[in-house]
């Protein structure tokens, strides 16, 4: 057990024990203006309310190991020398870590960073990203060249109160995505945790080993053991339950993207919740051939046809008004340098592909979206990757911040390439929330719980 923050040693030699039984069975595979006011609103989807970092006291945590699921999955160089290139979710990780530090926590910080499927990959370690954390916090950061076993328990062993150390990759380990038992017991015998923050919205939707796997392992370990929010977590749920629960209207989504098949059931969620709908993206092309018009070359999903219809049926149904673009911008080829035009949507000419919409589209998008009060924004309005088929996504940014700095409308974004392009504009100061993740907002835009948030210990 852990005494003054030391163990005895013949608890470090079972608990070493523990480790490695397991290590060979692994290895080869706008804000909230109150705080009081978030933790009220803070839940999940279904209504359960969840405990927050803001819950916990000194006592709770002081001369304790603190396991953090944080987000530090950050966009990296691709050649050359290895560093961040964008630390947005490295600063969002700074206030939770700082709250732990400020009552005196011993800090672990875990994440994942990009896709390594289950074996080492050099550029995906976690050392540069220590770096720009340390640099974030001021402080120092100890990384920790692996996130089970030997040096991991060694470095917990050494921490003092408000110490950090950052672990390795996760998903170094193919045992964190399969939400692994054994696993989960490594990471919580390596660590020896006794209290668990989850501060990760980005895979809040996923039922993996560092997400909800770890938690009840610290829990065997420490039947007392708190499970909370981390607060950048709090406010990613705070703010997209409370647009989708209780939003000011008019209310309006703007759903973007390639596949309307991706995105079907948050769009049948949304019928029910929002004014307004609008549609954009390649996925227009189902909801335009289905109605009869040529779409050219323009991506569109045969078998989503019927959905499409089904789709607008029920908008008209419940009255919710259902935008689509009016005029689009035509290319020869997927390319920048194609050549280009803008014809409305009844006009799309055999041998071209539509890639973004196009101004007269834009000026109805500013009509109406004028008057709302909620916005929700996920997915780009085109290829927004290429300079000529930008205009719309970054049209739709522009718009919301107006809304929302000259209307006090409230603009939530997720999806990365809608926060992209808002970064991109410079509008991410002059709107209400950016959301770190696509996929888990989608989840809760379409009414469902979260497997990290349901892990959390209910307030």
């Known amino acids: 057990m852990l005494r003054s923050g030391v163990l005895s040693r013949v608890s470090r030699v079972s608990?070493?024990?523990?480790?490695?039984r397991v290590c060979d069975v692994v290895k080869g595979g706008c804000e909230v203006r109150s705080a009081n006011l978030q933790c009220r609103l803070f839940s999940s989807i279904q209504g359960k309310h969840k405990k927050s970092v803001n819950d916990l006291t000194a006592s709770d945590v002081k001369g304790k190991v603190v396991f953090v699921r944080a987000d530090l999955n950050t966009p990296m160089t691709k050649e050359g020398e290895v560093r961040v290139t964008d630390a947005t979710r490295v600063e969002a990780s700074v206030p939770t870590i700082q709250k732990l530090q400020s009552m005196g926590a011993r800090i672990v910080v875990t994440s994942h960073l990009?896709?390594?499927k289950g074996k080492v990959n050099e550029r995906m370690r976690m050392a540069p990203v220590g770096e720009v954390l340390a640099e974030k916090l001021g402080s120092p950061v100890t990384t920790v060249p692996e996130c089970i076993g030997f040096d991991v328990v060694e470095a917990c062993n050494n921490l003092q109160d408000s110490d950090v150390v950052l672990l390795e990759n996760l998903r170094f380990h193919s045992g964190e995505?399969?939400?692994d038992q054994t696993f989960s017991e490594q990471l919580a015998a390596s660590t020896n945790a006794q209290v668990y923050v989850n501060d990760a919205f980005g895979t809040a939707h996923r039922a993996h080993s560092s997400t909800t796997g770890v938690v009840s392992k610290i829990k065997a370990n420490y039947p007392n053991a708190p499970a909370v929010a981390g607060v950048l977590l709090e406010k990613e749920i705070t703010f997209l339950h409370s647009a989708v629960e209780n939003p000011g209207r008019p209310f309006?989504?703007?759903?973007?993207?390639?596949?309307v098949s991706t995105k079907i059931p948050v769009l049948e969620s949304l019928l029910d919740k929002c004014d307004k709908l609008i549609v954009g993206g390649g996925m227009i092309f189902t909801f335009l051939k289905s109605r009869g018009l040529n779409i050219g070359n323009s991506i569109v999903e045969d078998d989503c046809l019927e959905m499409a219809r089904s789709l607008e049926k029920r908008a008209a149904e419940k009255g919710v008004e259902l935008i689509l673009p009016v005029d689009v911008v035509i290319a020869d080829a997927f390319d920048n340098d194609a050549k280009i035009d803008v014809v409305p949507v009844e006009n799309i000419p055999d041998g071209y592909m539509a890639l973004d919409h196009g101004p007269k589209t834009c000026a109805l998008l500013r009509d109406k979206l004028d008057d709302c009060k909620t916005v929700v924004w996920n997915g780009p309005m085109g290829a927004f990757e290429m300079p000529n088929f930008a205009k719309g996504t970054h049209d739709l940014a522009s718009i919301l911040a107006h809304i929302t700095t000259d209307n006090g409308a409230v603009s939530i974004v997720g999806g990365g390439d809608s926060v992209a392009a808002v970064k991109k504009g410079g509008y991410a100061d002059k709107l209400s929330h950016?959301?770190?993740g696509g996929g888990a907002s989608l989840e809760m835009l379409e009414g469902k719980e979260l497997p990290g948030v349901a892990a959390l210990d209910d307030a």
């Not at 608990?15 to 490695?20: E, G, K, N, P, T």
């Not at 309006?252 to 596949?259: L, N, S, Y």
């Open 114 to 116: 990009g896709r390594p």
């Open 177 to 179: 995505t399969k939400n």
């Open 15 to 20: 608990r070493v024990s523990r480790v490695f």
């Open 252 to 259: 309006a989504a703007v759903v973007g993207g390639a596949k």
């Open 434 to 436: 950016i959301s770190t």
